[in-house]
């Protein structure tokens, strides 16, 4: 019951008068840089460690994000990179 719930809240907008389904779609992505080229470093009974290709995070924190977070979060990275190069 609890998942159902949760994946309910998870897809749902509210709009008045009830909550519409959503069907935006999330991709798993990496919280520092935004990139979705992840992959397993380790994983198993205690959970997973993710590795990002692109900026190098390892893990085990990654973002379901839709389009406008992951841009929002490629632009942070982008400005971050900038300020520690000059």
Known sequence: ??????????????????IALSLEKLVEVCPVCGNSDLFYELGGYAGAIYHCKECGYVGAFIIEANEEMIEKIKEKYKREKEKMEH
């Open 1 to 18: 019951m609890l998942l159902i719930y949760n994946l309910i809240i998870r897809y749902c907008k509210p709009y008045k008068g009830g």
